[in-house]
């Protein structure tokens, strides 16, 4: 970086963060709230180091530069390793598993008969051993720190985990670990020459990220560490991320000095405040403040919705508003749905659909394109179509059946053969097979009892949602779900729930399903974001840090989050932000971490820089039963300041100070009609009219520029209550083209000359929307 770029852009820099930049501290800490600029500081450190390499690159030359590394934790470990492999008896070109390689290992692993049988429990799941290492990993612990702790462990679990531990290879979630015995024994110096260590994100680091963040620092005096983050954002607990990583680092390292931007560049005042009385009630919470000098703003929306469905379309109902009122301050892509869990978005996918509202829904499937809906509705359409070829193809080993390809194949060739139904075909296949008691018959007859099953069920004029449910229990599926997707099994679980409540609501699944297979382009920019609250939203974590080649990276780790990051752009802060289904049992969700819960609000509140929705529905549906619900009581006991229970009501001002919270321009107030002199007394248009009452009545065309749903020339009749001479009186509208009342308050000046000037405002409206 030259001298005059540095200068530029430390001048961009507040005093705060410019000491931050500047500090020769040798252990820093930098912490910052939301929208303090900690990416703004971070990516100055990133920039200038990287345009240090290619300084440096000219000076010391390439192979040298490239010992400055910038990467992921994993990454940079995976480097690590693959230069000193043999030290620790690790081939260099070792393989990272993929996610289903690490599921077959285990799975030989619980075949094998020389595991201590009396410890190896052979009903434990694998999902549930490859979560439970995983989860060992991001502790820290190795096998032998594992079983040395649960050696005397009752929980059967443990005993067996540490058994399949020990006999595992290699995977992802390894490479830390590994990385941390081969510096621990001080056979190699790759990371003597390191100077200066910075961490993004400091309060998702594991503790087995620690403990090699300290391994890295105790191997010279001179190295320096800086670390920037927000423990208030530490929401990965799940993978042993800890707040008190920060107080952590205190301790461990001398004379750490911690400074605190403080000062929230991106929201609102009141935003600001109300996501404070969230967080607040953290009671881990390590004290500091957040303030910002950005305009007072609006009070955040705390609205009640009958029930789900509802809540969606009130967000339908509010964008087109917020697009239109806004004029044009506000379009489609600065907005996004925050939602907490995968199984919500269906609604939102069917209403906006219906709206005609783009959107974009980021960190997972669409609807009717997950695994386990599929699923269901290959059996339903089996069930409604026996010659469905594609659905028995899907179904027919899910859950696993082992049922072998061949059999698979031959079921198939009669049914095309003869033209016959599947369950047909599979009768004739077993009458045809002369061994009695070949190895699938059993299953392939216990497949054939369900289809039949359910099509009598359908022959029965049973309740779709029926069919569904028994679907469901009579397959076993949950059980294939804790198996093969532990990690996430009870969201799918609620997608499964939710197809059922859709059947029961009479909701046209087979219509929805075909939508869903328009494919919306997801280079225009221009859609509204409909983003999943977790963890994903905050950690844009670029596919190109990771620098393990692609193949070799694993598909599935952290499942939804990589999903999520393959996908996401920059933007993590939007104008406008609805957080839905703010509902005890979601936000927080039952189980979850308390604290952690309202971490994961708080940063989905303080995504938005001016209009925030938190949506609570009264009812929500769960397997086609009402259920009464609570408002998440991380937002109850708010100052009554700070949150209305009505949509914002749209007004020039509140224009003026989203423009100016935003940095946008004000937009032109269209609401001052174009011709707005009229003259006093002519007999052209418009032409006042003195009614029996005595009042003037005027009519011109009213012209709306930023409106979309409106045709853009309007009548609109002004009956003002005033006589010429007078100022500054209510008047009335009709036939206004959204069919909101209004009023229309004549402007000051009007009586001072020849001319009427008429100032139509906005004022506060009761909300046609009925919630
Ligand atoms: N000194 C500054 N002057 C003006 N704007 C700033 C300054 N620092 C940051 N901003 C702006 O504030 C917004 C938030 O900054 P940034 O994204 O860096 O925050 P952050 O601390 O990373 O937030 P979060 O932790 O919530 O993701 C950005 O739009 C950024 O451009």
């Known amino acids: 970086m030259n001298n005059k770029n540095l200068h530029d852009s430390l001048r961009s820099l507040n005093c705060v963060q410019r000491d931050a930049v500047l500090s020769t501290a040798k252990s820093l800490q930098i912490v910052a709230g939301p929208g303090s600029g900690k990416t703004k500081v971070v990516t100055f450190t990133k920039k200038a180091a990287n345009e240090l390499k290619e300084r440096l690159k000219t000076v010391i030359g390439p192979q040298m530069t490239h010992l400055i590394q910038i990467g992921t934790f994993h990454s940079i470990c995976c480097s690590i390793l693959r230069l000193n492999a043999r030290e620790i008896g690790m081939e260099p070109n070792f393989k990272i598993l993929e996610e289903r390689k690490r ?16 410890y190896a429990d052979r009903q434990i799941k694998i999902g549930t051993i490859i979560s439970e290492i995983d989860k060992a990993r991001e502790r820290g612990e190795n096998h032998i720190r594992f079983q040395n702790i649960y050696s005397g ?11 399949f531990y020990q ?52 191997q010279s005096a001179h190295k320096s560490i800086t670390v920037v983050g927000d423990p208030d954002q530490s929401i990965y607990g799940w993978r042993s991320a800890k707040n008190k990583v920060f107080q952590e680092m ?52 705390l609205i009640k919705t009958a029930d789900e469905k509802k809540q969606a379309e009130y967000v339908a109902y509010e964008i087109s508003k917020v697009v239109d009122y806004s004029k044009g301050l506000i379009q489609y892509k600065d907005i996004a749905i925050l939602i907490r869990a995968n199984f919500i978005t269906h609604q939102f996918e069917r209403i906006l659909r219906k709206h005609q509202i783009p959107f974009n829904l980021k960190g997972g499937d669409r609807f009717f394109n997950r695994m386990e809906i599929k699923d269901m509705l290959a059996y339903l359409r089996l069930a409604f179509d026996p010659y469905d070829v594609n659905s028995f193809k899907r179904i027919i080993n899910i859950p696993k059946r082992n049922i072998r390809q061949d059999t698979i194949d031959m079921i198939l060739s009669l049914s095309m053969t003869h033209q016959m139904s599947i369950p047909e075909a599979i009768n004739l296949f077993l009458n045809s097979q002369k061994r009695s008691f070949f190895a699938d018959r059993k299953e392939i007859v216990k497949f054939l ?29 949950y059980t294939h779900l804790r198996q093969h997707y532990y990690r996430d099994h009870l969201g799918r679980l609620r997608n499964i729930s939710e197809l059922v409540n859709m059947a029961t609501s009479k909701s046209d699944i087979f219509n929805d399903q075909d939508d869903c297979n328009e494919e919306e382009s997801a280079e225009d920019l221009n859609y509204t974001n409909v983003v999943p609250i ?17 193949s070799q990276a694993p598909k599935e780790t952290n499942q939804d989050v990589e999903k999520f990051l393959a996908y996401c752009d920059d933007c993590l802060e939007w104008p406008c932000v609805f957080v839905v289904s703010c509902i005890d049992g979601i936000i927080p969700a039952s189980g979850g971490d308390d604290n952690e819960e309202k971490r994961i609000l708080y940063v989905a509140m ?43 009501v749209w007004n020039q001002e509140l224009r003026k100070m989203l423009a100016n919270t935003i940095k946008r321009e004000i937009p032109i107030d269209d609401y001052f009609l174009r011709d707005s002199k009229i003259p006093k007394s002519t007999s052209s248009q418009p032409t006042p009219k003195t009614t029996s009452t005595n009042i003037p009545t005027a009519t011109f065309t009213f012209y709306q520029p930023y409106s979309s749903s409106s045709s853009p020339k309007t ?21 206004f083209p959204t069919g909101l009342k209004r009023s229309l308050p004549c402007d000051e000046d009007s009586g001072k000359d020849d001319w009427l000037k008429v100032v139509v405002k906005e004022e506060p409206i009761d909300d046609s929307f009925n919630l």
């Open 103 to 118: 599921k077959e290992i285990i799975r030989e692993l619980l075949a094998d008969e020389d595991l201590p049988a009396k």
């Open 153 to 163: 462990a009752i929980s059967p679990l443990k005993v067996s985990v540490s058994i």
């Open 167 to 218: 006999a595992y290879e290699e995977d992802f979630g390894g490479l830390i670990l590994r990385t941390t015995e081969l510096l621990s024994d001080n056979k190699v110096n790759s990371v003597q020459s390191v100077d200066c260590v910075l961490v993004d994100e400091f309060q998702d680091t594991s503790s087995a990220q620690y403990n090699l963040l300290k391994l890295i620092m105790s």
């Open 250 to 301: 205190q301790d461990d390292f001398e004379n750490t000095l911690t400074i605190s931007l403080e000062q929230n560049y991106r929201s609102s005042a009141k935003l600001v405040e109300s996501a404070s009385h969230v967080i607040m009630q953290d009671a881990e919470r390590m004290n500091k403040a957040l303030y910002t000098n950005n305009p007072v703003g609006i009070p955040i929306s």
């Open 449 to 477: 009892h369900l289809c039949q099953s359910f099509q009598d069920k359908i022959e029965n004029k049973t309740e779709i949602s029926d069919i569904l449910k028994s679907i469901y229990d009579d397959t076993n599926y």
């Open 534 to 550: 977790d963890d994903p939203l905050l950690k844009p974590v670029k596919e190109e840090e990771i620098e393990i080649p692609l």
């Open 606 to 648: 303080t995504r938005s820089k001016f209009l925030l929705y938190c949506i609570s529905p009264r009812f929500v549906n769960e397997w086609g039963e009402l259920k009464s619900v609570n408002m998440s009581p991380f937002l109850e006991n708010m100052s009554r300041d700070l949150y209305s229970t009505i949509s914002p």
């Open 715 to 735: 009548k609109i009749t002004v009956v003002p209550t005033y006589t010429y001479t007078s100022s500054a009186r209510q008047t009335s509208s009709s036939s």
